[in-house]
Structures are given as structure tokens and as C-alpha cells.
């Protein structure tokens, strides 16, 4: 199947996501694979630290699962970090292709994106009210790095989402990860798409426990992590 040319990052020629599946490939890799639900019975404050803000999937696909969950009273503080930030019209192409069932959520998203000036570099805030609760995007406009040591708290849990590792290393080098260690709860988690041994060992050194789970569409496995 040829990938539409609005999906590929130009930056990295790489697609943004899974072009068939990609509010369940969300739900699989990286919400039941931290277990957020679980951590939210424990405790209705939770903080999201994002490598790759991208088109804003990943924070519609929580919102649209967290909806659906029955929990009410949450606060989520979402944390992302943009590079290459797009457009509003280039959003709007992306997100469009799984516009059923989340469209009202990409219509609120996009009616915050556009609202905000992405050309300044540095923390830019959006509040996103929902059935379960509230949800508070702080999307830093910079390198990776920079984010997650500008971050004043730590976060419970992370969802390492940047291009692969052959197409975008530096989003997976182990200083980044060692500094995203640094900023994880005890007891906290992360997920991600990729098992490259080098991430594994990475994640292993910054303090994961780091273990393979089954993959989801063509990809065989996935990796959760969870902070010793």
C-alpha cells in the first residue's frame, strides 16, 4: 500500500503513523501498554511526557479512549515536544483520514492549533475540556532534550513516539532517554513502537525494566518499560 504524501514527514521521510489503524494502534502500543487506566483508579492526576507532537494523534486517541473509559474528574498534563511543527491545514489533511469516529476531537484540537503561533520556540499551552475531565497540552516548540530538561516536574508516564531510529536518531539517542529516565515517576511507564536493541539497552540504563509485548497490525512486537 503506497502511503499518501500528506502522511510522509518530509524531514524524515517516514510516515507519521499507521495509515489504516491508527486510534487502535495508539490504544494498543502505548495506552494499555503503560496501563494508564490503572493509574488513573490509583490516582485522577496523571502526567504525559510526548517525544514527537507530530499531528496531534496521539493526544486524540487518549482523549477519544479516556472518553469512552466511564472515568470522570481526570486531569491529564500532556507534555509534547515539536521540532517541525506543521500547519493548521497540514493537521487537518493528516487527522482527516480517521476523521470517523474522532472528529469532533480533531475539529477541537484544530480550532486550539491554530490559535497559538508555532513559529516561537519555547512552551505553548492549550486546554481541551472532555467527558472524563480535563486535559492540559503544554507543547514545547524545540529539540527533545531541551523539553524534557525544561520539564519542572516528573511525569508518571511517557510515550516515545519520534520517527524510528534508522530514519530520526537523534530522538532516540541514549542521552535523551537517559534524561527522560531522569524525569520518570517510580514506578512510571513508557511505550513505544520500536524494539531496536539499542533503545532497549538505552532504556535499560536510564532505569527501565524494559520488555517486549505483542505487536499490533504487521509489526510483531512492541516495547513497554517501567521505571525501577
Known amino acids: 500500500m503506497l502511503t499518501p504524501p500528506y502522511l510522509v514527514n518530509e ?3 517516514d510516515r507519521y503513523f499507521d495509515v489504516v489503524n491508527a486510534i487502535e494502534e495508539a490504544k494498543h502500543i502505548f495506552f494499555e501498554g503503560t496501563g494508564i487506566i490503572s493509574m488513573l483508579t490509583k490516582n485522577a492526576k496523571l502526567s504525559i511526557g510526548e517525544t514527537g507532537f507530530g ?43 480517521f476523521r470517523n469516529p474522532v472528529g469532533h476531537l480533531i475539529d477541537q484540537l484544530l480550532q486550539a492549533y491554530i490559535g497559538i503561533d508555532t513559529t516561537r520556540p519555547g512552551w505553548l499551552r492549550m486546554q481541551f475540556t472532555r467527558p472524563f475531565g480535563a486535559l492540559t497540552l503544554n507543547l514545547y516548540i524545540g529539540e527533545a532534550l531541551e523539553m524534557v530538561n525544561a520539564l519542572s516536574t ?75
Open 154 to 228: 516528573s511525569c508518571d508516564i511517557w510515550f516515545l513516539d519520534g520517527h524510528g531510529p534508522k530514519k530520526n536518531p537523534d530522538i532516540w539517542r541514549p542521552e535523551l532517554l537517559m534524561a527522560i529516565g531522569e524525569k520518570t515517576v517510580s514506578g512510571g511507564a513508557c511505550a513505544t513502537f520500536t524494539v531496536a536493541g539499542a533503545v532497549r539497552r538505552a532504556l535499560a540504563s536510564a532505569g527501565f525494566s524494559v520488555e517486549q509485548r505483542p505487536g499490533f497490525g504487521g509489526k510483531k512486537a512492541v516495547l513497554k518499560g517501567v521505571k525501577n
Open 11 to 13: 524531514h524524515y521521510d
Open 55 to 97: 499531528s496531534g494523534r496521539l493526544m486524540i486517541a487518549l482523549m477519544y479512549y479516556l472518553d469512552n473509559s466511564g472515568m470522570t474528574d481526570i486531569a491529564i498534563t500532556y507534555n509534547s515536544v515539536e521540532l517541525h511543527p506543521i500547519s493548521g491545514e497540514r493537521m487537518a489533511s493528516i487527522l482527516e483520514g
